[in-house]
């Protein structure tokens, strides 16, 4: 009975001290993807595209204003049968739709065309957090970027300096006051 008891003692000293060399580590997620270079030339590239849609929609509500101030005016005119202004009118309105269409639609764009240009950015900093983990002996490492996401992090270590390094990224410089 001594053997059976001194063994479950064993066994349970061996899993807590197996337990207290778990390597566990934090970091701001959106901190690593805000430092890469690829980033700055994603958004780049990502407002660009935005103007350009923007632009177009610009485009289109400056020849609806220009059509709708042309209705007014022949309608003060009175050159025009009240068909003929109503006909015009329903045309505006259509239009009128198509351009709320056109916005809704420019955000989806703008959307998928940010997803388009961030996904090999994140793929990147999730491979390089990968090789950290790893390299490093880490059980878990936790994103601080995400509300809720670390519920005790005693004993973590800040994995971003080394993360930063393994992807050569530098501060941003500050702005001189």
Known sequence: MNKFFLSIVLCVFASTFAGAQDKYGHLNFGNVVALMPETAKADADMETYRKELVSQGEGMVKAFQDKYGKLIADQQSGNFTPKQLQERAQALSQEEQQI???EQEVAKKVEAKRQELL?????????AIQAIGKANGYKLI???SVFNSVLFAQDSDDVFPLVKAKLNLKEPPTAKQ
């Open 142 to 144: 936790f994103d601080t």
């Open 100 to 102: 709320a269409a056109f």
């Open 119 to 127: 996904q090999p950015i994140i793929k990147k900093a999730e491979d």
